[in-house]
């Protein structure tokens, strides 16, 4: 627990020597993902409180529906995208909109408020499975790319050094704050992943420029994916 | 290796220690309790399963209203509607598969050790096929019992409040992967390289078919 809190204090001051020493310790991974867990539930429970709340009050669907489609079409208008297909993406995310709130409206077996509360629960019980699903595809990535680079350092250790970048996430509730919640997102993911980054380029023993091609690949490659399969659509319309 | 042994094993599973791999290969009957170990991994996992649709039933509004609330709602769509009439009668199928939502029910104890078997199965035939073409060394025998044991990150699914996890699941897909490669090392004597490409290559294929069979088994399921 010592040697594990340490370790977070030298993450949180990016202190390489030390994050080397207790990331190749055999309970380091057990610790970090134990880390990883504490940091989603406390998000996951404040979302999930918020999102048992907005269920319980949910307006009719209609004036926050509009609301977003408004903001898109601002958010378009100043994109290279051709008029006519910001017209017809607008339209479709209007549609989409109203279908969600239709939907979220229809009644619930056990009722409104149970059903609230059981899908609040729900969600705060799937909140560790939607960080792993963000935190493992994406280092074990950037760790085959350190490899091949490179990289003498192990699995295990990798995985165990990145874990630290949950650290700040333990103050993810603060999300929940009225009037600050974007804010503190912002602060505390960029806090994280500079902790990653630095964490990684550590781990790994590659240079700046090496160690950067490992950090960036995956999300390179990801953002390719996705602007082919914005294209496709835009080509649709 | 007992039963009971191999399942202290899966904590050191799920912090990927590639040495127990090589433990499980050089023990006698390693395939008879990793298959065991499958169907009881497959049992629970079809029980918290079956739970979970019922949280799930309890918190959401009739399946049967929602499907076709939401079927309205898409046809209703304006890239819908740009479709010929001809096209829409197609992709009807499709969506109705799609939108069917999970009923409650104990069939998930059947189907789930079933789907895992299968999965298991057919990976670890792939997996031979392609570690061999690399240079493997190693008995179909081992290369399926140390894959058995790479199941066990599955275990992390067996809470009975999770909902659909959707993409939320590929996390869980990534642990197993991984745990694969470290299996198919220790399994065919592999280089750390030519087993990233065996276990790539096997789940590349493995994710081909499921999709093509979950295609296969949306559009049947709208048709009926």
New interface residues.
């Given amino acids: 627990m010592a040697a594990a809190l340490h370790a977070a204090w030298s993450a949180l001051r990016f202190d390489a020597a030390s994050l080397q020493r207790w990331s190749a310790r055999r309970s380091a991974l057990a610790w970090g993902l134990s880390l990883l867990l504490a940091a989603s539930l406390a998000g996951g429970l404040a979302s999930a409180l918020a999102g048992a709340q907005a269920c319980l009050h949910r307006p009719p669907p209609g004036p926050a529906e509009r609301r977003i489609s408004a903001t898109l079409a601002d958010w378009l208008a100043r994109s290279p995208l051709p008029p006519d297909v910001q017209h017809e993406l607008v339209r479709n995310a209007a549609a989409a909109l109203q279908l969600r709130g239709d939907l979220a409206s229809l009644p619930r077996p056990l009722g409104r408020q149970a059903g609230c509360a059981l899908e609040g629960l729900q969600l705060a019980v799937a909140a560790p499975y939607r960080r792993l699903a963000l935190w493992l595809p994406y280092t074990l990535a950037s760790f085959a790319i350190a490899r091949a680079l490179g990289s003498r350092a192990g699995l295990a250790q990798t995985l165990a050094a990145s874990t630290l970048y949950a650290l700040p996430h333990l103050l993810d509730f603060l999300q929940a704050t009225p009037g600050w919640g974007a804010i503190f997102a912002i602060v505390l993911s960029a806090w994280g992943a500079a902790i990653y980054a630095w964490a990684m380029a550590s781990i790994s023993g590659l240079g700046r420029p090496r160690a950067l091609i490992a950090l960036t690949l995956p999300a390179l490659a990801t953002a390719t994916l996705a602007a082919v399969l914005l294209a496709g659509v835009v080509v649709i319309l | 290796m007992s039963m009971r042994g191999l399942l202290r094993l899966l904590p050191q599973v ?5 040495d127990i791999y090589w433990q499980v290969k050089a023990r006698p009957r390693a395939l008879y309790h990793g298959v065991l170990l499958l169907l009881l991994l497959g049992v629970a996992l079809g029980l918290a399963g079956a739970a979970g649709t019922i ?8 399946p049967g ?2 499907a076709r ?2 079927e309205r ?2 046809l ?4 819908v509607q740009r479709l010929s009439a001809a096209e829409r009668e197609r992709l009807l199928p499709l969506l109705r598969g799609f939108l069917r939502r999970p009923q409650p029910g104990l069939h998930l104890l059947f189907t789930t050790p079933l789907g895992l078997l299968a999965g298991w199965s057919i990976y670890g035939l792939l997996a031979q096929a392609a570690a061999r073409l690399l240079g493997g060394r190693g008995r179909l025998s081992d290369t399926l019992a140390c894959t058995a044991l790479a199941e066990g990150p599955r275990a ?1 699914l067996l ?1 009975p ?3 659909p ?1 959707g ?6 897909e ?2 197993v ?2 745990a694969r490669f ?1 299996a198919l090392r220790a399994a065919q004597g592999l280089d ?1 390289w030519r087993a ?1 490409w065996a276990a790539l290559t096997a789940a590349l294929i493995l994710a081909a078919l499921g999709l093509a069979w979950a295609l296969l088994w949306l559009w049947a399921g709208g048709r009926a």
Avoid: K, R, T
């Fill in positions: 799920l912090l990927f220690d590639g949280v799930a039933h309890g918190a959401s509004p009739d209203e929602w609330a939401a709602g898409v209703s769509l304006p890239i992390l809470l409040f999770l909902p996890l993409p939320a699941a590929l996390g869980v990534a642990w992967l991984a470290q750390g990233f």
